[in-house]
Structures are given as C-alpha cells and as structure tokens.
C-alpha cells in the first residue's frame, strides 16, 4: 500500500488550526503537517477580532469563564498551556502582549494582523504548509488512513484535526461544516445558538438612545428565579442591546430559548445599588436637596438622554421636584433604575455572534490528547466543540489551550518527541 500524502491533515486555519500545527512541528519536526482552508486567504475571524485588535488571551483563564461542556474537562485542557506560555509563545514569535482592563492581552502593536502574520511566519519556519484554497467536502475513514477530499483534489492522512470552528461570522468560512464532518465520523453535536451576540428588544427606550453606552447588570430569570447574572457595559442599539455585558448574557437568553424555557430579562442601570440603598439615598438627598428635579437626580448616575427615557417611560415628569415625589412614585423610580425590562425577543444570529454555544459534545474527545473517542486518528480542537468562553480572550486561549493538547499527543501518537526549544 503506498504511504499516505500526508501524516497530519488540520482541516481549519483559524487560530487553533495554526496553533495545532504549529505546536506539532516543534514538537516534531520531521512529521508531514499541513493545514487545509476553503478561504483563499485564511485568518479572517483573527483579523476582525477584538475590534481588529485581537485580544489574544487574559491575566486569569479558569474553567469559570466558559460555559459548554464539564467544567472538570475544560479545566484539563487549559493547564496544558497556561496563560504565561501563551505570552512567552507570542513573544517568542514577535508578538509582544501587553495587558489592559479586564485582564484583555493585546499585542503592542493594536493590531491583529500582527498576530495573524506571525503565526503565518511561524507555521512556515517549522515546515507546516498552508493549502489555502482547499476546502474540504469529505472526510472518510479508509484503513489506517483518511481520504480527505478537497475542491483541490483528493489526499490522504495518517490523522486528521477538525479545526474548523463553529458557526459564527460564516462569510469567514466557519459556516458549520465541521458539525458534519464531525457527525459522519460518529460524533454527536450538542445543539448551536450563537453566544457573544447582541440581543435584538421588541420595543422600548433603546431606540432613542442608539449609541449610549454604560455601565450596568443584566439579570436572566428562568421561571421567575435568577439564573444568569452578568455585570459590564452595555450599549444601547437601534435594535437594542449590545457591548460587553449584553454579549455575555446572550448565551443564557439563548440557551434558555433552545430549553423552551419562560424567561424574563432586566437590567440594573445602578449596578452598585440595591433597593434599599437607592430608596435610602434618594430618602436622604430629598431631606437635604429637596428643590432638586428628578432629572438632575438621575442624570446624576446615570448619561442624561438614558435619564430622560426612563423617567419619560415611567410618566415621572423630569421637572418634579425631591420635595414632590411621593413614596409610591419614589419606589416606581428605584424599581425602574434597578429592574429596567428588556424585551428581548432575539439575538442577531450567527453573522453578529463571537462564538457559537454547543457543538462537538466533550465526553466524545479524550481530553488528555482531543482525540476523538469515536474515531480513531481523528482530533478536534477550538470552537467546534462544545465549550464558548466569555468575553476577554478567553475563546482564543481555549483554541492555544486545546491546539496544544492535541499536537502533544499527536506528536506522541505519530513519531518521537522533541522537547519545545
Ligand atoms: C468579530 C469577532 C471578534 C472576536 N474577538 C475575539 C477576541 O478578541 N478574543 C477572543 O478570545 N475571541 C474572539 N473571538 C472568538 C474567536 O475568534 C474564535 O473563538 C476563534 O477564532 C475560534 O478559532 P477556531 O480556529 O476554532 O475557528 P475559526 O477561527 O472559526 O477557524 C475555522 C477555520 O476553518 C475553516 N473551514 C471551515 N470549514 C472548512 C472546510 N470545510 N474546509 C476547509 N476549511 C474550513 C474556515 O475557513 C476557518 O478558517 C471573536 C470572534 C468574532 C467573530
């Protein structure tokens, strides 16, 4: 039988796709790797990430900042590269990282072409070729082999990783293939939503506020008890909600959806407070400064147009005095400011998520190795499986994270180890 064309087919050059070759050359270096991508330029989710700045990774990566699959396995998988080589590889490959609120790591430079360009200058000093332009349509188990066809032609593999993402931004080339990939080599898939995605409201005050952002606490409630907490700025949109904080909660809204279950969304534009300190507050300043006018009050926490709306919507007049709010309409007021309902009634979809929730279930892949326990030969590694990290760099460190478990363990699996230099 002739030998395979290949020893190691990753099938994706996204972040984890690069990584996974990367990773794998230096480990060894005699082991035939290539990466196959239906993009005839490959790397476009870097490029748009992080507002075209990438955040790379964060200070802190623990399994709390991802939501998917055990806790338990996400845990295993990101000690194999903590967040210190993540910076030290990046560094070492002419990417200095500096750190910024939140714990975000960006590259010096602000842009994420730097990253894009360096992991590209690094996949082609260890020997990993790049086969842009290749998409693949079928991947077919045949022996000890894998028939891999492209629209470039046919080839064969000794393994095979799946690194081609989930769903989200398709015009990228993640359009959900892997899903299928993955399920005809025997794979289930835990259903997708998107997740980091802004969150489109029915009607209410977002439509004049378009572009305001601020600080504030989204709560989620599944059948009238909290079940998803999320503090951060949110931006008020022409469609509704979006930044930081409504991007993190759109998981949970939709996730919940996919249950059918009956959910109730609010956000605290006074995150700080709660109802008793906000009515005590307002108790106090009414005592003190009673002439001054609810709008002045409020403008006072909150950016002046979101004040106006808020109180227009609830029928408290802006010109009212401390002096002439009663107790009722004082406690409409603190409920407004710490309970505003938000009636969302989608997200924007696959083309506006970050990160798609679900997908390959995690019990299914060895998380010593992200060998599939379904076929073997077969790896899978970043956003195709069933795990989506929050914002903050969190999903890029699970695509280095999982990129180097599996080049470890292919390296094993395929030839002898050379230690990283
Ligand atoms: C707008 C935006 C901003 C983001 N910002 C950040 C950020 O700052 N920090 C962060 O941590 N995360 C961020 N993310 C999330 C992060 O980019 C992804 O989680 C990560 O890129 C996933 O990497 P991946 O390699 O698993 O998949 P992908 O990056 O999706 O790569 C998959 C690759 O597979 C290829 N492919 C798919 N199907 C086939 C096929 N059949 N044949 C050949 N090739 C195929 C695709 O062309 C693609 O190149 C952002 C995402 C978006 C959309």
Redesign the pocket.
């Known amino acids: 039988m002739t030998s395979p064309d290949l020893d190691v087919a990753v099938?994706?050059?996204?972040?984890?796709?690069?990584?996974t070759a990367i990773f794998t050359k230096e480990r060894n270096a005699v082991l035939r790797v290539a990466v196959?991508?239906?993009?005839t330029k490959?790397?476009?989710?870097?490029l748009?990430?992080?507002?075209s700045?990438?955040?790379?990774?964060n200070t802190v990566v623990t399994e709390g900042d991802f939501n998917g699959g055990r806790p338990a396995i996400i845990r295993s998988v990101l000690r194999a590269l903590p967040v210190s080589e993540t910076v030290t590889f990046f560094q070492r490959i002419g990417v200095p990282l500096h750190e910024e609120p939140g714990g975000?790591y960006f590259p010096d430079s602000n842009q994420?072409r730097t990253v894009l360009e360096a992991l590209l200058r690094e996949l082609s000093r260890v020997g990993a070729e790049l086969r842009a332009g290749?998409?693949?349509?079928e991947i077919a188990r045949e022996g000890d082999v894998f028939r891999i066809a492209?629209s470039a032609g046919t080839l064969t593999a000794r393994a095979v990783v799946l690194?081609?993402?989930?769903l989200?931004?398709p015009k990228?080339?993640?359009?959900g293939?892997?899903y299928t990939?993955a399920t005809q080599l025997g794979h289930s898939i835990v259903p997708t939503t998107p997740a980091?995605a802004p969150l489109l409201i029915k009607e209410g005050v977002h439509e004049g506020l378009s572009g305001v952002a601020q600080p504030s606490r989204l709560d989620l409630r599944v059948d009238d008890a909290i079940s998803a907490r999320v503090s951060g700025s949110v931006l008020w949109t022409h469609f509704g909600i979006s930044g930081p904080g409504a991007l993190d909660m759109s998981r949970h809204w939709l996730r919940a959806q996919l249950a059918g279950q009956r959910t109730a969304m609010t956000m605290s534009l006074c995150p700080e407070e709660t109802f008793e300190s906000l009515d005590a507050s307002l108790v106090e300043l009414a005592r003190d400064r009673p002439r001054l006018t609810l709008q002045s009050v409020v403008a006072d926490r909150l950016p002046a147009s979101v004040a106006a709306a808020i109180l227009n919507a609830r029928d408290l007049p802006a010109g009212r005095t401390l002096a002439e709010l009663t107790r009722d309409a004082r406690r409409v007021l603190v409920r407004a400011l710490l309970e505003w309902p938000l009636a969302v009634v989608d997200s924007r979809g696959y083309n506006f998520?970050?990160?798609t929730a679900g997908g390959v279930a995690l019990p299914e892949i060895d998380p010593s190795s992200m060998a599939s326990r379904r076929c073997p030969g077969l790896y899978l590694?970043?956003?195709?499986l069933d795990v989506?990290?929050r914002?903050?760099?969190?999903?890029?460190?699970?695509?280095w994270s999982s990129a180097r478990v599996a080049s470890g363990a292919i390296a094993l699996a395929f030839g002898g180890v050379r230690q990283f230099s």
């Open positions: 099938v994706g050059a996204g972040a984890a796709g690069l990584a196959l991508d239906g993009a490959p790397g476009a989710k870097i748009v990430s992080g507002g700045r990438c955040n790379v990774t975000k994420s290749h998409r693949v349509h492209t690194a081609t993402g989930g989200s931004l990228t080339g993640s359009d293939w892997g990939a980091l998520a970050e990160v590694v970043g956003e195709i989506d990290g914002i903050g760099g969190f999903n890029f460190q699970w695509a």
